[in-house]
């Protein structure tokens, strides 16, 4: 995972909306799809909770981009054969894997710079734990959340990670070495005369050694 790239953050965005259907909740394909492929992920994992569907089709359209690969983890061998029919064509763009997620994540995919979980999940908090454990000693990467909210609100204050108000909640988590990288924060701002929420990731830089004449 290298620089932001907004130029691929905006195609695979588009690109998301024309792959799925608009739904409840609109936003939330179309910001992962966004997400993943501004950061230029090239190894994708997705947790799902159940049979796979628009937020696959967001790291389909973000690998298009970024030249990078997908992964969906399943439990159940009958999701397999029903994600692979709602994926349609698609399907053949992601390489699917029927297993512990937990394992998986620590031991298969310590590469990934960008895993997805849906916290619809049982033992979402664990594979969240498992995935920041995996993932903390290796290039930067993100783990995200949807449906967050699904389990209650702050179950997640253990794992070091921002809540942001999009869909269902979704959970954000850089993972970086700390060698003088620049800290960053996600800031939420609602536009008071349309209501729209937009979503920004603020970098704070160090401050300035000041110089005495």
Not at 46 to 57: E, K, N, P, Y
Not at 144 to 171: D, Q, R
Request: hydrophobic fraction near 40%; proline fraction near 2%.
């Amino acid at each position: 995972m290298s620089c932001w790239s907004a130029d691929y953050a905006t195609k695979a965005y588009l690109c998301t909306l024309k792959m799925g259907t608009r739904g409840k909740e609109p936003d939330v394909a179309e910001f992962i799809s966004a997400l993943a492929a501004g950061n230029n992920a090239k190894l994708m994992v997705i947790v799902c909770a159940s049979i796979a569907g628009s937020t696959t089709l967001a790291l389909v359209a973000a690998a298009h981009q970024t030249g990078g690969h997908v992964v969906c983890i399943l439990s159940k061998l009958d999701e397999l054969h029903a994600s692979k029919k709602a994926l349609g064509s698609y399907a053949n763009r992601v390489e699917f894997v029927i297993g512990d997620a937990c394992t998986l994540l620590l031991d298969d995919y310590k590469e990934a710079d960008f895993v997805l979980i849906d916290c619809d999940i049982s033992d979402h908090k664990g594979i969240f734990l498992a995935a920041q454990k995996g993932l903390k000693h290796e290039k930067k990467a993100l783990i995200v959340g949807y449906n967050a909210l699904h389990k209650g609100s702050y179950w997640w204050s253990e794992l070091k990670t921002h809540f942001l108000p999009i869909g269902e909640g979704l959970l954000v988590t850089r993972m970086i070495t700390n060698k003088g990288q620049k800290r960053s924060r996600w800031v939420v701002a609602v536009d008071k005369c349309t209501g729209e929420e937009h979503v920004f990731r603020v970098t704070n830089s160090p401050p300035r050694k000041q110089v005495e004449a």
